[in-house]
T-cell receptor, first 115, second 115 residues
Framework: DQQVKQNSPSLSVQEGRISILNCDYT??????FLWYKKYPAEGPTFLIS?????DKNEDGRFTVFLNKSAKHLSLHIVPSQPGDSAVYFC??????????????FGKGTKLSVKP | ETGVTQTPRHLVMGMTNKKSLKCEQH?????MYWYKQSAKKPLELMFV???????ENNSVPSRFSPECPNSSHLFLHLHTLQPEDSALYLC??????????????FGEGSRLTVL
């Protein structure tokens, strides 16, 4: 059973508008949540993270929101740019048992930003 | 040199072949990882090494054999693979197991095709 879920495989947004990528998780023991971006033929690159004790973290055009009661996080990109077109992975870090520090990834959401 | 380098980038092998994937990190990190990315699946953690010691083996079949001679190098030895093992194999590193806040640095991946 997937502990980190990205239910939208793809998202298309017009340049300049807001992109909202969503992620749900099932395990309340995760201590950090992260977003990675992946271009074709490249490895994932870290984008932004949030501690489980926070509800918002902002870095330039990227903001991550965490709703612990709903076990939901989202990544907002404002304004969206064509260069943001990539696959975005949500990940959660375990902090329990023998798997401390391991990341569990969602399947990814492919974002297309149209000019 | 880029942070995490993987070779080869592409590999085609028969089911009876023996080959190896290589990963090298130039970031001074002490933890290294192998992840597998199959089509339409989340990134799956395979192995974790922290200070050259294997700390995680995520129920990976023995036809995959990792080796970590030092904190900068990680190998994945492959033998008698199956066609379903065809995937993108990603190496990553971090400062400490799980990184400071979960941040991993990924290589560009080795695309493996098993015929």
């Amino acid at each position: 059973d997937q502990q980190v879920k990205q239910n939208s495989p793809s998202l298309s947004v017009q340049e300049g508008r807001i992109s909202i990528l969503n992620c749900d998780y099932t395990n309340s023991m995760f201590d950090y949540f992260l977003w990675y971006k992946k271009y074709p033929a490249e490895g994932p690159t870290f984008l932004i993270s949030i501690s489980s004790i926070k509800d918002k973290n902002e870095d330039g055009r990227f903001t991550v929101f965490l709703n612990k009661s709903a076990k939901h996080l989202s990544l907002h990109i404002v304004p969206s740019q064509p260069g943001d077109s990539a696959v975005y992975f949500c990940a959660a870090r375990t902090n329990y048992g023998g798997s401390q520090g391991n990341l569990i990834f969602g399947k990814g959401t492919k974002l297309s930003v149209k000019p | 040199e880029t942070g995490v380098t993987q070779t080869p980038r592409h590999l085609v092998m028969g089911m009876t072949n023996k080959k190896s994937l290589k990963c090298e990190q130039h970031l001074g990190h002490n933890a290294m990882y192998w992840y597998k990315q199959s089509a339409k699946k989340p990134l799956e953690l395979m192995f974790v090494y922290n200070f050259k010691e294997q700390t995680e083996n995520n129920s990976v079949p023995s036809r995959f054999s990792p080796e970590c001679p030092n904190s900068s190098h990680l190998f994945l030895h492959l033998h008698t693979l199956q066609p379903e093992d065809s995937a993108l194999y990603l190496c990553a590193s971090s400062q400490g197991a799980g990184g400071y806040s979960g941040e991993l640095f990924f290589g560009e991946g080795s695309r493996l095709t098993v015929l």
